[in-house]
T-cell receptor, first 118, second 116 residues
Framework: DTGVSQDPRHKITKRGQNVTFRCDPISEHNRLYWYRQTLGQGPEFLTYFQNEAQLEKSRLLSDRFSAERPKGSFSTLEIQRTEQGDSAMYLC????????????????FGPGTRLTVL | AQKITQTQPGMFVQEKEAVTLDCTYDTSDPSYGLFWYKQPSSGEMIFLIYQGSYDQQNATEGRYSLNFQKARKSANLVISASQLGDSAMYFCAMREHSGGYQKVTFGIGTKLQVIP
C-alpha cells in the first residue's frame, strides 16, 4: 500500500530560478491538492484537481505559480522566478470522492518538499 | 474571523497520562467535517481522526478520541495513555462543503511534548 509521494524532498535554489515539484497521489484517488506551509503555521491551500481538471486556485497562487495534472495521475507544481518569500514546505495531498461507498473524503498527505530560496 | 482556532501553542504531558488539545471552529455551513492531523518533525501530515457534523457519536480511533460539542463549535482531541512518539505538532482542520468543492482549512497547530 503506497501512500502519497513527493519529489524532491528538499530543494535549495537561488532567487530568480525556476523550480518544479512532483506529486504522485495514492493510485485510486481522483482528487489532488497542493498546500504551502510556512514556519509556525498550518498548511494553506493552493490549488485542487479533480482528475485532470484544476477546479480551484487560491489567491495565494500568484502568476509565478502553475500546477498541472495532465493525465489525472501525478501532478507538478512549478514556481517561476523564485523569491525568498517562496521558501516553505510544499505539501501534496490526495483523496477519493467515491460517493457510492460513502467514503469520507479524507486527504492523505505526502512527506512534502522543503524549498529554500537563497 | 479565524475559521479554526487552536489556542494552545504548546502542551506538555507526562508519559502514560491523557491530554486534551483544544480546537474551536467557525462556519455557517450546516455540513462540514473536522479532522485532526499529526505532524512529526519529519514533516509528513498524518491523518488521525475525523468527525462529521451530522455524526451522532464522538469519533474514536485507538488512543485518539474527538470530543465534539457542536453547540459550542469545539472539536477537542483527546489522546489517552500518551507515548513518547506522540511528541509532534497537532493540527485541527475543517472541511466545508459549500460550492461543491471541499476546501480544508487548518489551524496553526499545537506542539505536544511527552515527558518521560
Amino acid at each position: 500500500d503506497t501512500g502519497v509521494s513527493q519529489d524532491p524532498r528538499h530543494k535549495i535554489t537561488k532567487r530568480g530560478q525556476n523550480v518544479t515539484f512532483r506529486c504522485d497521489p495514492i493510485s485510486e484517488h481522483n482528487r489532488l491538492y497542493w498546500y504551502r506551509q510556512t514556519l509556525g503555521q498550518g498548511p494553506e491551500f493552493l490549488t485542487y484537481f479533480q482528475n485532470e481538471a484544476q477546479l480551484e486556485k487560491s489567491r495565494l497562487l500568484s502568476d509565478r505559480f502553475s500546477a498541472e495534472r495532465p493525465k489525472g495521475s501525478f501532478s507538478t507544481l512549478e514556481i517561476q522566478r523564485t523569491e525568498q518569500g517562496d521558501s516553505a514546505m510544499y505539501l501534496c495531498a490526495s483523496s477519493s470522492n467515491d460517493q457510492d461507498q460513502g467514503a469520507v473524503d479524507t486527504q492523505y498527505f505526502g512527506p512534502g518538499t522543503r524549498l529554500t530560496v537563497l | 474571523a479565524q475559521k479554526i482556532t487552536q489556542t494552545q501553542p504548546g502542551m506538555f504531558v507526562q508519559e502514560k497520562e491523557a491530554v486534551t488539545l483544544d480546537c474551536t471552529y467557525d462556519t455557517s455551513d450546516p455540513s462540514y467535517g473536522l479532522f485532526w492531523y499529526k505532524q512529526p518533525s519529519s514533516g509528513e501530515m498524518i491523518f488521525l481522526i475525523y468527525q462529521g457534523s451530522y455524526d451522532q457519536q464522538n469519533a474514536t480511533e485507538g488512543r485518539y478520541s474527538l470530543n465534539f460539542q457542536k453547540a459550542r463549535k469545539s472539536a477537542n482531541l483527546v489522546i489517552s495513555a500518551s507515548q513518547l512518539g506522540d511528541s509532534a505538532m497537532y493540527f485541527c482542520a475543517m472541511r466545508e462543503h459549500s460550492g461543491g468543492y471541499q476546501k480544508v482549512t487548518f489551524g496553526i497547530g499545537t506542539k505536544l511534548q511527552v515527558i518521560p
